[in-house]
T-cell receptor
Framework: AQKITQTQPGMFVQEKEAVTLDCTYD???????LFWYKQPSSGEMIFLIY??????QNATEGRYSLNFQKARKSANLVISASQLGDSAMYFC????????????FGSGTRLQVQP | EAGVAQSPRYKIIEKRQSVAFWCNPI?????LYWYQQILGQGPKLLIQ????????DSQLPKDRFSAERLKGVDSTLKIQPAKLEDSAVYLC??????????????FGSGTQLSVL
């Protein structure tokens, strides 16, 4: 059974600073994908970044990067140069490539960017 | 390109009543998902369709929840009768079914259900 753990219910960061949101996962499947989604107060889930279990390099998408440490089973999201619009809930999710293809989500981290 | 459409946006009902939610996925997306998101939690999968067939409904409370995806396009999720603990946001998502490991889900804005 897969499991996603996000241990930070809430985080604060100053505008223009970098912040790391933690995510650990548990799976016995050798092939899997890790995702981060942002959920603003409007409710829609917005895809941010993806990391495949066999990818050699950490994924980057603009100000977002994923610090993937496979041996530790962690997939932390790093947001550089935080902006006020980054204030939202952030969810880590995983999909095993065998079996069902739906995402399993963590409990989320609420990020608040302060001016 | 139009996104995932859901309606209604909000719904308030009393317990033991029935309710239905509608979802229209992105055009051409073969896979459709219904997630339930209780306040303060991450989304939890209820059911997954591939075209008009069910792939996974292991977490769907089948005594009260039902879902269908006729013709493999839009989908309806129904709750009958509703309980207080069904109060949540119901999110619909779709995916193209492309390269497996890069397949990402596109979500609708959700339906916020309040059961009184």
């Amino acid at each position: 059974a897969q499991k996603i753990t996000q241990t930070q219910p809430g985080m604060f960061v100053q505008e223009k600073e970098a912040v790391t949101l933690d995510c650990t996962y548990d799976t016995s499947d050798p092939s899997y994908g890790l995702f981060w989604y942002k959920q603003p107060s409007s409710g829609e889930m917005i895809f941010l970044i993806y990391q495949g279990s066999y990818d050699q390099q950490n994924a980057t998408e603009g100000r977002y990067s994923l610090n993937f440490q496979k041996a530790r089973k962690s997939a932390n999201l790093v947001i550089s140069a935080s902006q006020l619009g980054d204030s939202a809930m952030y969810f880590c999710a995983m999909r095993e490539d065998t079996g069902r293809r739906a995402l399993t989500f963590g409990s989320g981290t609420r990020l608040q960017v302060q001016p | 390109e139009a996104g995932v459409a859901q309606s209604p946006r909000y719904k308030i009902i009393e317990k033991r009543q029935s309710v239905a939610f509608w979802c229209n996925p992105i055009s051409g997306h073969a896979t459709l998902y219904w997630y339930q998101q209780i306040l303060g939690q991450g989304p939890k999968l209820l059911i997954q369709f591939q075209n008009n067939g069910v792939v996974d409904d292991s977490q769907l409370p089948k005594d009260r929840f039902s879902a269908e995806r006729l013709k493999g396009v839009d989908s309806t999720l129904k709750i009958q009768p509703a309980k207080l603990e069904d109060s949540a946001v119901y999110l619909c998502a779709s995916s193209a079914g492309g390269v497996l490991d890069k397949e990402k889900l596109f979500f609708g804005s959700g339906t916020q259900l309040s059961v009184l």
